[in-house]
């Protein structure tokens, strides 16, 4: 059961779209509603568990931590970084009782979990209007469905958006492309779709290409299409300021950019120089900006990346000084100068404006929300110029942003610490609804390594989202670069033979309103500790390896099948309780829950070659439910689920 508590007059977010009976009762916290904010404070009992909070740092249980919703380009986060790139405010306490709430409000909310062993939740939600909707269930994973029930359905991708995709921040020309496309075919190694980094733009800005580079980017889209390569752009939240160009002009004649305190557009300095922010809130900018992807749909392109969408600003026009240099002085001069900048970026938030249905509303105030309206603005946009699906995912999110894209996690280090990071977050987001999503796999900033890649790969094998992307000053991390081809070609091509049961299980979990992956305890109480272990759709249990080395622990909640991939399946009956598991860089180990089958297709190196005609089953279930259809069709329904 869901309900709803309304304090103030908050805006709608259009995080949940269901009717939601409406409730005076808070059940489970105390409320003190305060000058400038309303505080909740819930004792926890020494052993519950407390999950949620999506992209966040910290374990899955976020005990003992201290997160901030608060929107932010963080490039090398780290343990102690309070926010990240999304605001996901929703907390499940699995004790005694079991809860969830979600504290619906685009503004900043500070999250304190038994921090410093206070032994109770405390949420100081920065603001005085707040939706807040209660949920009780009889257990975590029943909480996490009816949220995701009031969501609404989760965005459903294209079949090609699950295959292997290739990106790098620095690949400017055609041959940079025709490069990684040759790279992975000489060597065997499936790829799908190459995303285009700012650099394929003319001066960084959105909805241009650099001329000199692709005279002909239509021709060029097309040309790798016919080889199976989809190409996917960066579209960055800011719109260059330059005066005759005809997306500036056209946004300057609509007003459709924010506001600054004096009345005239904000400025704000990000890639391409000053740029002026569409204002997402406002519905008639949000068709106009929407409108904009014909640019790149014209030429034959089917698939996106939003980014710098918390909104990222280097600097503005308020807080120029040294910050005028923006992500590489960052990155050199260290913490006082992160210091500084977080100081800034408050002055800059705080003084530009939105227009929320004719009044003008601070931006600081309603912060969380802008990178989930720029998703919202650019997916309704693809979905009236294309008739079929398309890839969207976007760096910045808010809760019921799932509707409209997927989600990447930002700008992670090339460590097996973000490695493990990676696990913990696809836990966490799905149970926000966040289907599809993933890492930069291999990691972004710094140089990653044959071992780490490889591991990252094979973890990120299965998450829908597979993508190996990395920042633009580290060594080549296509999986061509480490000589061991061999073994990459093995890891990558994992993911194509399980894409009958991937597709099948997202598509299925997108919907019913399901999660694709989640926490072992989930169906398995007791495993709550275990957080390097996942389920991945029904039938399969993960325990990637994210540590350097040949081996660890796994704990099996009941006997399985143990699947070694080496190139070819071997299946071997595993029994309930703790093994040590051996598995080379080169192989994949998972199971398969008792009771249950996996589908296996055939080797493919392109999703142009899937076929779901001759389907090997592991695994000691009676029948599976296989999902199909045209891979591009709107029209889906679980009327295209049949039974092996
Ligand atoms: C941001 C993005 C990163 C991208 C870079 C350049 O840092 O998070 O993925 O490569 O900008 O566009």
Redesign the pocket.
Known sequence: MITKTIFGSPMDTGAITAEIPVVQDILYYNVSVQEKEIVFTCPLGTDDIVYGLGETMGRVNKRGGRYISFNT?T?EHEESNPSL?ASHNFLLVDGKEKFGVFFDTPAKVTFEIDYKNSGEIRVICHTRDLKLYQIQENSPYAIVRTLLKAIGPCYLPPLWAFGYGQ???GYKTPKDFTDVVKGHAENRIPLDYICM??DYMDGYRDFSVNEENFPDLKGFVQDLKDQGIRLVP?V?AGVKIQPGEAVYESGIKGGHFCRNKEGGFFQAGV?PGMTHFPDFFDENAREWFGNQYQFYTNRGIEGF?N??NEP?IFYSEYTKGPRKLG?FLDMILGEKRKEKKKQDLIRDYQSFFHNVEGKRVRHYDVHNLFGALMTRASSEGLQRLLDHRFLLFS?SSYIGASRYGGI?T??NTSKWEHLMLNVRHMASVNLCGFLFSGA?TGG?MGNSNRELLLRWLAFSAFTPLMRN????FTKNQEAYQFGDTAAFRKVISLRYRLLPYIYSEYMKAALTSDMYIKPLAFEYPGCEAIEDQLLVGGSIMIAPFVKEGTSRTVYLPEDMTMVRYDGEFHCTPAKKGKITLEAGYDEVVFFIRKGKLLPIGPEITNIRDYNVENLTLLGDGDSYALYTDDGLTRDCTMENVRYL
Do not use: K, L, V
């Open positions: 380009d490039a790139y990106s790098r921040f980094d700012i960066i960055d890639w990346w980014d710098m990222a992500f760096r990447w930002g700008d930069d972004f992307h990395t920042g633009c």
